[in-house]
């Protein structure tokens, strides 16, 4: 079965400062997608970014990217110039490329910006 | 587009009470999934559907729990009898296709209090 640990439940970070959030997994699958998704308080579940694990290039979304390491199971989410709308909790999630549609997530990362 | 729609955003009823929570996805989506957040348990799929059919209820936590989904765009998970570990927040979202790069939209979900 799939797993997805994060291995931080809190994290604080300084405005404009960056941070990296960890996230690591565990399948014996080759074609799969990796998530991160943002829930701040309203508990609105936000897709952040994704990645395909047959790319080799490490997606970007603005000030959001990822470090995807394959090979070690390690997907991470780097948050550059943090913004105080960046509070929020932050969920790594796996799915197979095709066959179940099913999103397993890990436990969340509490993200807090200081001022 | 509105979004994935449900309700109601809030729900507190008593212990053996029917509790039917209701789920709008977005329109021209194939799948609809409901999912629930508790502490213990975090973020976990209970069914998903293809085209108004169940494919994957093998995370229903057992009898008490019935998903429908009459047509394409209405979808209902129903607890009868409801019981205080049921206190979640229930998560539905839609996603256009299966696979590949598809993002499973989340709306607003449904906190649930059983007292």
């Known amino acids: 079965a799939q797993t997805v640990t994060q291995s931080q439940p809190e994290m604080s970070v300084q405005e404009a400062e960056t941070v990296t959030l960890s996230c690591t997994y565990d399948?014996?699958?080759?074609?799969?997608?990796l998530f991160w998704y943002k829930q701040p308080p309203s508990r609105q579940m936000i897709l952040v970014i994704r990645?395909?694990?047959?790319?080799?290039q490490n997606a970007t979304e603005n000030r959001f990217s990822v470090n995807f390491q394959k090979a070690a199971k390690s997907f991470s989410l780097k948050i550059s110039d943090s913004q105080l709308g960046d509070a929020a909790m932050y969920f790594c999630?796996?799915?197979?490329?095709?066959?179940?549609?099913?999103?397993?997530f890990g436990t969340g990362t509490r993200l807090t910006i200081i001022p | 587009d509105a979004g994935v729609i449900q309700s109601p955003r809030h729900e507190v009823t008593e212990m053996g009470q029917e509790v039917t929570l209701r789920c709008k996805p977005i329109?021209?989506?194939?799948?609809l999934f409901w999912y629930r957040q508790t502490m213990m348990r975090g973020l976990e799929l209970l069914i998903y559907?293809?085209?108004?059919?169940?494919?994957?209820d093998s995370g229903m936590p057992e009898d008490r729990f019935s998903a429908k989904m009459p047509n394409a765009s209405f979808s209902t998970l129903k607890i009868q009898p409801s019981e205080p570990r049921d206190s979640a927040v229930y998560f539905c979202?839609?996603?256009?296709?299966?696979?590949?790069?598809?993002?499973?939209?989340f709306g607003p979900g449904t906190r649930l209090t059983v007292l």
């Open positions: 979202a839609s996603s256009l296709e299966a696979g590949g790069p598809n993002t499973q939209y």
């Open positions: 399948t014996s699958e080759s074609d799969y997608y």
């Open positions: 990645q395909e694990a047959y790319k080799q």
């Open positions: 999630a796996y799915r197979i490329n095709f066959g179940n549609e099913k999103l397993t």
């Open positions: 329109s021209g989506h194939d799948y």
């Open positions: 559907f293809n085209n108004n059919v169940p494919i994957d």
